[in-house]
């Protein structure tokens, strides 16, 4: 039976009691959790990029034991294509990049067995055979554009029968900006960008707001690894890139704490709060190098979601906990997947700069003034729904719901006619990195760390404008 039918008949059921129907719910919930799980597998595609962010998001759409059973995903889709596959589509894009040889002419080793796989393709470890350098190789499924915008189109429409306008809403968005996913070779100039950026000590991006040298993207440098895209090498679906050595920060954390259960409570108190402390400090890295991307490179990453934040090892020290606990040995923070990404004009980081700025000292007639610059319309232009939807979506959590949930609340308030389009990658980047502290017992207030690039932005902007004049 339909796992939605079977959620629809339960809403018929009549208990004796409250804590009689809780039981029932939690009981159907864990058998219908593990059919929605293995449904997403089988169908991969867009509805492995749904169970991504279903996963990542914090507070969730949908209840914990789906998002127990969707979590997994975030860090790897479950399955991937045959070696025989592969090969031959790895043979036939190598032939795309003048590498008439192939396999065997680029790489003196290649793993058979993906390392990872997701929506949109999967990667596999290899050995550059003229440098010996790893590297990873990410290879798209051959139908992967077609299936997914089909997928998400299908999503959307049935969205709308259903009458669920805030969510279709933002399926219809986030699958106008899809397209750009499924050109590794526009991925691979943004990683090489970011790498750069990160790499020399920051400049700032075209488009106007200050050409100097950046102390807070040099200060970063030595705590972050971004992997460079090897170019020639590289096709619109073959990505060739230095190979990051690591564990995704969820599952760095998740094994660590349980790392802590060999040792007796005296050890493992202290030892959790240093954990504790040095999450927090790896997140508020990821948040200011998310800022510095944003403001003065003006291009961004804008899918930062727990798989894609790896804790690359050091030298380890203390007591076999990879250094996550503290000291100067720590994991460094891995920068990883660059398929989904923006780029803001000088101007347009202006206006999100006052937004921050307005976020953070809690200025409400600030936060009004930039969201409506931004492109923010209501019906009746509500300041109070106005400044609800730009601290939800761009700062912190004002509702206990999700974000489809709460912006359909606002519209009950007074009808949202006009989204600020053009930032809500930026806002869609908060949500997940806020997603990724809730999970590791961590909420953050974005704009507490954005708010102080933003102001440095701002000012060089306006300093470059007065002198233009």
Request: charged share 25%.
């Amino acid at each position: 039976m339909p796992i939605v039918l079977r959620l629809k008949l339960f809403e018929c059921r009549r208990f004796e009691s409250d804590e009689a129907r809780a039981r029932a719910l939690d009981e159907l919930d864990e058998v219908l959790s593990r059919r929605f799980a293995s449904f997403i597998g089988r169908m991969r595609g867009a509805f492995i990029k749904a169970a991504q962010v279903l996963g990542s998001l914090s507070p969730p759409p949908v209840r914990p034991k789906y998002v127990r059973k969707l979590e997994p995903m975030v860090d790897a889709a479950p399955g991937g294509r045959p070696w025989r596959h592969v090969r031959r589509q790895l043979n036939r894009e190598l032939r795309r990049s003048g590498h008439t040889g192939g396999v065997e002419e680029v790489f003196s080793s290649f793993d058979r067995e993906p390392l990872g796989t997701a929506s949109v393709g999967q990667v596999h470890r290899a050995v550059l055979r003229d440098s010996g350098r790893v590297v990873a190789v990410k290879l798209q499924y051959p139908d992967a554009k077609r299936l997914i915008l089909s997928d998400l189109g299908n999503i959307h429409g049935v969205l709308t029968v259903l009458g669920k306008k805030a969510e279709a809403n933002v399926v219809k968005e986030y699958r106008s900006r899809m397209g750009q996913e499924f050109d590794y070779e526009e991925e691979g100039r943004t990683m090489n960008a970011v790498s750069s950026f990160f790499g020399r000590g920051g400049s700032s991006g075209g488009g106007g707001g200050g050409g100097g040298r950046s102390t807070g993207a040099r200060r970063l440098a030595s705590r972050l690894v971004v992997p460079r895209c090897y170019e020639g090498l590289s096709t619109r679906k073959l990505l060739v890139m230095d190979f990051v050595e690591g564990r995704s920060m969820r599952e760095a954390l998740l094994a660590r704490v349980a790392a802590l259960d060999r040792y007796p409570p005296p050890i493992r108190l202290p030892l959790l709060l240093s954990l504790r402390a040095s999450t927090e400090r790896q997140l508020a890295l990821l948040l200011r190098a998310q800022a510095l991307q944003i403001f003065e490179l003006g291009t961004f990453n804008a899918d930062p979601h727990p798989g894609n934040v790896f804790l690359v090892p050091r030298a380890r020290r203390g007591l076999g906990l990879g250094g996550l606990c503290g000291g100067g040995g720590g994991a460094r923070l891995g920068l990883l997947d660059f398929g989904c990404s923006k780029t803001l004009s000088a101007r347009q980081r202006a206006s999100l700069a006052r937004l921050y700025m307005g976020l953070s000292a809690r200025d409400d007639d600030a936060v009004v003034s930039a969201a409506v610059e931004m492109g923010m319309r209501t019906k009746h232009m509500d300041r109070s729904v106005i400044v609800q939807f730009a601290t939800h979506f761009f700062d912190r959590n004002v509702a206990d719901c999700s974000p489809p949930a709460f912006l359909l609340q606002l519209n009950q308030q007074d009808k949202i006619t006009a989204l600020p389009k053009e930032y809500m990658l930026v806002a869609r980047s908060s949500l997940l990195l806020r997603g990724l502290g809730a999970k590791l017992q961590a909420p953050q207030h974005v704009s507490a760390v954005w708010a102080k690039e933003a102001r440095r932005y701002l000012r060089e902007y306006e300093r470059t404008r007065s002198v233009r004049t």
